[in-house]
Each structure stands twice: as C-alpha cells, then as structure tokens.
C-alpha cells in the first residue's frame, strides 16, 4: 500500500457517532492544518444518531469548527465509501463484517491501530484485544474524556503516518 497514493479515508465504527465521526472530523481538521485536501469521512455498519455534547465541546476545544461537527449525520457504510483508497476501522469484527459483504475491499481495509502502527491491510497482525478502539458508550463524562484523548493521539497518528511514508 503506497500511502502517498490514498486521497480518500474512510473511518467506521459501528453507530458514526462516536468513534469514526470523532476520528473523521479531528483526522480532517489537522490534514488541513498540514495543507492537504485529502479527503476524510466516516461511515458506521449500523444507523445511530447525532454527536453528543460532551464530545462536541471536546472537538471545539481542539479547534475543529462548529459547523462541521453540527453538520455530521449518522451514514451507513455504503458503495460511496467503498469507493475509498483506504478504510480504517475502530475494531477487527467491522473489518470482517465489512470483507463479508463487500469482498472487493480486500486489500482497502484495516484497524486504525493497525495503520498508526505501520501496517498494511495485507500484513495486518493485530488480534481483536489488540485492535480495539473501546467505545464510549456507558462509561462516565471522566472515562470519555479519556478515551476522546486516545482518539486525538490516534489522529495525530494517522496524519503522522500520512505524511512520513
């Protein structure tokens, strides 16, 4: 995989409410900072709902715009986002759900962990504890916070990645 070729990413979790719209709209902001027009969205493998609050405050903490995170809809992964050069997941089920119905994305889908970690989708290790990007959900406004952190490393990461290979 030549990195420098991607000009479409696609991050899914499984609501694109969280997870892969946390990672679309801070992943994309910081491209921009870099110059880039690479294009960034996100997708999920079921229909959920808007962004909430806390994370909304969180993302206009780091600067990315209002109008953005307000204009982000829940989207089911569909042929569009298989058009993508690249498709990061937030866990391995979603990569084999998604391989599962879509086996031409052989070849165009990973873990987020496994790219920031060097990988390709062809040589990909990691095992499911090791893949995994935990999901807010049911956990207190603290423990988000935390995981909201980890979500911003990981986009860093993945613009890191993006501009070194």
């Known amino acids: 995989m030549d990195v420098k070729q991607i000009r479409t990413i696609v991050f899914v979790c499984q609501w694109n409410e ?19 027009d690479m294009e960034i969205i996100s997708a999920g493998l079921s229909q959920g709902g808007g962004v909430n609050q806390l994370r909304k405050d969180f993302l206009l ?7 953005e995170i307000e204009e982000h809809r829940s989207t089911l992964f569909n042929e569009e986002h298989a058009k993508a050069d690249l498709i990061l997941v937030a866990e391995l089920h979603m990569k084999d759900e998604l391989l599962t119905k879509w086996p031409e994305l052989e070849g165009k ?25 935990v999901d807010s959900a ?13 979500l911003e490393s990981f986009a860093d990461r993945v613009v890191e990645r993006l501009a070194s290979d």
């Open 109 to 133: 889908v990973m873990t987020v962990r496994g790219f920031i970690h060097g990988f390709t989708p062809e040589d990909e290790p990691l095992n499911a504890y090791e893949a995994q990007i």
């Open 18 to 36: 969280g997870r892969s719209a946390h990672l679309e709209l801070s992943t994309r902001h910081k491209l921009r900072e870099t110059g880039s």
């Open 138 to 150: 049911g956990h207190t406004d603290g423990e988000k916070l935390e995981l909201y952190r980890e």
């Open 61 to 67: 903490q780091r600067d990315v715009p209002l109008d």
